[in-house]
Each structure stands twice: as structure tokens, then as C-alpha cells.
């Protein structure tokens, strides 16, 4: 029996293929160029998260739900778009903070895991050479004896293989820190549907109702994002695995691997996209229902929250209810 949500999906993208391509495309593009930069330096990645991966993402979904209402694909409305994310209301769309740390957190983990595989490796691959090397190190450290030019030279030593130690236990985390970030933005975005289709001055209001929305669709809303969008995380972990492979086996150079891991995990994405962003929206309309109740829900709090707060007359509390009750307002 088919997935009625697949089937859905399908329908959407096959209505604007070419458009769903486009935005998809230019998304990806915008995600390798900013990936690149990790050749320099993997922070510097993830600092242009915020200011390119983040907005551009945003910008993609909102054009491509925006295709409903038959508005044209242009690079003006891409970079108003991009520009919109910076609102106070599509603060926190993709939850970016909890997204970074909690990959942050996967990373410090896999490092500690693979400090012990891999020295257990060393250890057996170059024996008594690669304890005496690191003791070496170490002891520097704690004699605080250490310049630039020791350290250089005790990383280099052997062939580099300090060097190569250090290079596989900071890079190979990397290969599920990358793609658990990818997931939990991803699996995020449906709030942006949500935000993009209420219009009120407060950001608390719409926190508290997409809160409320998740504590009652949270298992029901993760099965079918993981029943449409696994590919997502398949093809991040592919392209990490990738990337490993080619910087070990074919660029011999295990100083890119960190960057490879970074690049690969975003470019297999890519091929993803418009799967992704038809998918997405058709996920919102299934949940649209909720995100409403969770708004009236959210209101209905905050008034009564002011009402035992302050003395108000029924018409006072009819105006207030009114001000915030804009769930039904639209800014397509």
C-alpha cells in the first residue's frame, strides 16, 4: 500500500518540477560554497551556519511553499526571502542553538571513542614508538616546555604520525556531528510554515505555540518525517564516508579530512532537495490542524495569564483577545 504522504509528495513536485530544481540547486550551491571553507578552517564553517546556511535554507523553503500561490521564482524575491529570516517572528525557525550543541556534544563524544580506538591502533600499528612519542608530548605539555617549534616537531616526527593520530580523532567525529546537525535543522523547518502564515508582534506567542504543537505530534510528526526524509541522513553519512575515503586513499593528505568530511556530508545532500522541500510542505499541511489548535491554546494561556494578573472588564477582554488572536491571517 502506498504512503498517502509519498504519494502527495510526488504530486507537488511533479506540478513545479523545474522550479522545486531550481531553488534546489541554487540552495545547494550556496551550502557547498560555505561547506568549502572548512579547507581554510572547519570554524570557519561553522560560523557562516547563521549568516549563509541557515538564512539560504529558509529562503529555499519559503519559495518553494510560496509556488502555491503562484508567486514567480526570482533572484529578488530568493534575497527578500533571505533577508526575512532575520525577523523577529522566524527567530529560532530551524532551532540552530539546540542543533549546535547538541552535535557539539556528538562530536566531544565520538572524539573521546575515537581516541581510544585509534590509539589502540597506533599503539599496535607503531608500538613502543608511538607511546614514547605521545608520553613525549604530554610531559612537554605538563612541564609547560612546550614552544611552536617542539610541538611541530614531535607532530611530524615518524612520518607525521602524531600528526595523522591527532588529524583521524579531531576529523572522524565529524562524521556524525555533521549529519545529526543536518537532521535536527531539517526536521526543525516545518515551523517555518507555520510562522510564515501568522502574523502577531509576539515572538513568545508563537514559541509557546509551536511548543504546544510539538508536545502533541512529536512521535507522530518524527515517524512520517523519517518515512519521507531518511534519504537525508543516508546520503549525509554517504557523502561523509566519501570523503573520508577519498582524502585517505586518493589525496594520501589527512589534514583535508576534516574539510572532505564537511563537503561530502553537504553535496550528497543536495541531490535530496527537492524531495526534501515537497516533502516538508506536504508534512505541514498534515500537522496544519495542530499548529492552529497549538496558536488557540498559546492565546488562551497568555489571556489568562493577564487576566489573573489584572482587573479587566468582558470588553477589555474581548480587545485583548482579539489583538493577539491573528492564527487566521495569512502573509502569502
Same mark, same amino acid.
Given at each position: ?153 614531535? =607532530?611530524?616526527?615518524?612520518? $607525521?604520525? *602524531? #600528526? &595523522? ?8 567525529? /565529524?562524521?556524525?556531528? @555533521? ?58 553519512? =554517504?557523502?561523509?564516508?566519501? $570523503?573520508? *575515503? #577519498? &582524502? ?8 583535508? /579530512?576534516?574539510?572532505? @568530511? ?71
Amino acid at each position: 500500500m502506498k504512503d498517502p504522504l509519498r504519494v502527495a509528495s510526488f504530486s507537488r513536485l511533479k506540478q513545479n518540477t523545474s522550479s522545486y530544481i531550481l531553488v534546489s540547486v541554487m540552495c545547494g550551491l550556496f551550502l557547498i560554497l560555505a561547506s568549502t571553507l572548512a579547507f581554510l578552517d572547519v570554524l570557519l564553517f561553522v560560523l557562516v551556519i547563521p549568516l549563509i546556511v541557515l538564512p539560504i535554507l529558509f529562503a529555499s523553503h519559503i519559495a518553494c511553499y510560496y509556488l502555491e500561490a503562484n508567486q514567480p521564482i526570482t533572484v529578488s524575491a530568493i534575497f527578500r526571502y533571505y533577508a526575512g529570516f532575520y525577523r523577529p517572528q522566524f527567530r529560532g525557525s530551524f532551532r540552530g542553538i539546540r542543533a549546535f550543541l547538541l552535535s557539539l556534544a556528538f562530536y566531544f563524544g565520538g572524539m573521546v571513542i575515537c581516541y581510544v580506538v585509534f590509539y589502540s591502533i597506533f599503539q599496535q600499528l607503531y608500538g613502543a614508538t608511538f607511546a614514547e612519542s605521545f608520553s613525549n608530548l604530554a610531559k612537554s605539555y605538563m612541564l609547560e616546555e612546550m614552544t611552536y617549534e617542539n610541538l611541530i616537531a614531535i =607532530l611530524n616526527d615518524n612520518d $607525521g604520525m *602524531l #600528526l &595523522t593520530f591527532f588529524s583521524y580523532v579531531s576529523s572522524m567525529p /565529524l562524521a556524525l556531528a @555533521i549529519p545529526w546537525f543536518i537532521y535536527s535543522i531539517t526536521s526543525s523547518s516545518i515551523s517555518v510554515y507555520y510562522r510564515s502564515n501568522i502574523v502577531t508582534p509576539s515572538t513568545s506567542l508563537i514559541r509557546l505555540a509551536i511548543n504546544n504543537t510539538f508536545l502533541k505530534i512529536k512521535k507522530a510528526y518524527y515517524r512520517d518525517w523519517f518515512s519521507l526524509n531518511w534519504p537525508i541522513i543516508a546520503l549525509s553519512l =554517504l557523502g561523509a564516508t566519501t $570523503g573520508i *575515503l #577519498l &582524502t585517505i586513499l586518493l589525496f594520501k593528505n589527512v589534514a583535508y /579530512l576534516g574539510a572532505s @568530511i564537511c563537503v561530502g556530508s553537504v553535496l550528497f545532500v543536495m541531490f535530496f532537495l527537492p524531495f526534501y522541500f515537497s516533502n516538508m510542505e506536504v508534512l505541514y499541511h498534515r500537522y496544519e490542524p495542530y499548529f492552529k489548535d497549538g496558536n488557540k491554546a498559546a492565546v488562551e494561556m497568555i489571556l489568562r495569564r493577564i487576566q489573573n494578573s489584572i482587573e479587566l472588564s468582558e470588553e477589555e477582554k474581548e480587545e485583548l483577545e482579539k489583538s493577539f488572536n491573528n492564527d487566521g491571517e495569512e502573509e502569502k
